[in-house]
């Protein structure tokens, strides 16, 4: 089965500075990978997602995510950030073939600083 | 506009007491399902529905039941409610199974048995 493992519960960055948030995931078979983002008192809402090709993905609000298949990893990049950024951010994987349950990791929590 | 809307979004409850939250979706997706976010864990699937009529247990569908009568809907009843229950709930659907893995959320249901 497959598994997710965010290694930071909590980031604090100062607003302008950059960030990375890091994912890593376990698989015996290949995978979709996914990060979603959940602002305070909301739903999650898709960030970006890698499904094949490129290995560095751009999603929404600047962010971005490159897939390491050796290092099964898929670590979120942002190189300025701001205070609008605060919020938790979820990483997922889905597997290519089977049901199309998205397994979630910890969370991280993104805090931006003045 | 197209949305996953939860109700209710706050309940207070007291053990033992049956509740239903229910959630529907305006985008005809076939895929639907529920998962529960607790600190530390992330979110965890109570229950998919794959079609009409079509629901499978997820990770952690002890305590639950579903029911998927109309595509649109997919209800999540506590028969018998527990403090271990208590958690923010998310319904989320997506196309179909051949999508690769977008979810869409609703903006969560945020349950305390007493």
């Known amino acids: 089965a497959q598994s997710v493992t965010q290694l930071d519960s909590q980031v604090p960055v100062f607003e302008e500075a950059p960030v990375e948030l890091r994912c890593n995931y376990s698989s015996s078979v290949s995978v979709y990978l996914f990060w979603y983002v959940q602002y305070p008192n909301q739903g999650l809402q898709l960030l970006l997602k890698?499904?094949?090709?490129?290995?560095l993905v751009k999603g929404i609000n600047g962010f971005e995510a490159e897939f390491n298949k050796s290092q099964t990893s898929f670590h979120l990049r942002k190189p300025s950030v701001h205070i609008s950024d605060t919020a938790e951010y979820f990483c997922a994987v889905r597997l290519l073939q089977g049901a199309q349950k998205l397994v979630f990791g910890q969370g991280t929590r993104l805090t931006i600083n003045p | 506009e197209a949305q996953v809307t939860q109700n209710p979004r706050y309940l207070i409850t007291v053990t033992g007491k049956k509740l239903t939250v229910t959630c529907s979706q305006n985008?005809?997706?076939?895929?639907m399902s529920w998962y529960r976010q607790d600190p530390g864990l992330g979110l965890r699937q109570i229950y998919y529905?794959?079609?009409?009529?079509?629901?499978d247990k997820g990770d952690v569908p002890e305590g639950y039941k579903v029911s998927r009568k109309e595509k649109r809907n997919f209800p999540l009843i506590l028969e018998s409610p527990s403090p271990n229950q208590t958690s923010l709930y998310f319904c989320a659907s997506s196309l179909s199974r051949a999508n690769t893995g977008e979810l869409f959320f609703g903006e969560g249901s945020r349950l305390t048995v007493l």
């Open positions: 890698y499904l094949s090709g490129s290995t």
């Open positions: 529905s794959m079609n009409v009529e079509v629901t």
């Open positions: 985008m005809n997706h076939e895929y």
